[in-house]
Structure formats: C-alpha cells, structure tokens
C-alpha cells in the first residue's frame, strides 16, 4: 500500500494548483490549492454527491453556504466542512490573498440510508 502514498509539495504562485485529481490517482477524492486575490470569488457552485472540506491557509474572508447564501468568517487557522448538495462561495474579503486547500470526496451511502439526512447516518457510525 505504502507505494501509493503521495507527498506533493505546494506552491507558492498566486494561481490554482490541483492536488488531487481523483481516479485512478485517488480512490474519488480530488483536492487543490485555491488562491483568491483580495475581492475575488471562487465562484458559486454545488458540492453535488460530494462532500468538501476547506483547509484555509491565510487571508481572510466569507464563505456563503446553502440557497440562502449564509456567511461565515473564514481564513488562516480554520477549517469549513460543507455537506452534500449543498451551494456554496468563498470570497476574500481581506487585503490579503485567501489561500486555502480543499478535498473533495463523493459519498456513497448504502440503499438503506439514501432517504435519512446525512446528520442521521453519522450519528449511527459513531
């Protein structure tokens, strides 16, 4: 298993930098270096069937979560974790750039728990 370790070294360039691009790389987990210059957006979109974790390097700023676009403060030292079908933006809201890593993972639940929310299945795993 060892040989399918990866260690990939990030950059430093005010650009995005993929990371992880999913199969046959990964067993379906995709994850990259976004770099968000200040007042810039990284664009409203859904995480779908996936679900997504944000790891926020430096910088500052708002991600707006649900249909209903609620902000929260992000930005160096935190983590946002946003569940599936769900939209979503971050945008910088400091004077800084907004460098963040996020992972991105498809969830495959079982038939029988399709129809439950996705906070019922987590509590039957713990």
């Not at 390097?57 to 599936?84: D, F, M, N, Q, R």
């Amino acid at each position: 298993m060892s040989e399918n370790v990866l260690i990939i070294e990030l950059k430093n360039d005010p650009e995005y930098q993929p990371l992880l691009t999913g199969e046959p790389q990964t067993c379906g987990m995709r994850a990259g270096r976004v770099y968000l210059k200040p007042g810039e957006t990284c664009g409203e979109h859904s995480t779908d069937a996936h679900e997504e974790t944000l790891v926020f390097l430096s910088g500052k700023g708002t991600s707006l979560i649900g249909e209903e676009k609620i902000p929260h403060e992000v930005g160096a030292g935190k983590v946002c974790y946003i569940p599936p079908h769900t939209l979503h933006n971050i945008k910088n809201t400091g004077t800084e750039p907004l460098v963040y890593i996020y992972c991105v993972a498809p969830v495959r639940l079982l038939e029988n728990e399709r129809n439950k929310p996705i906070h019922e299945n987590q509590h039957e795993e713990q």
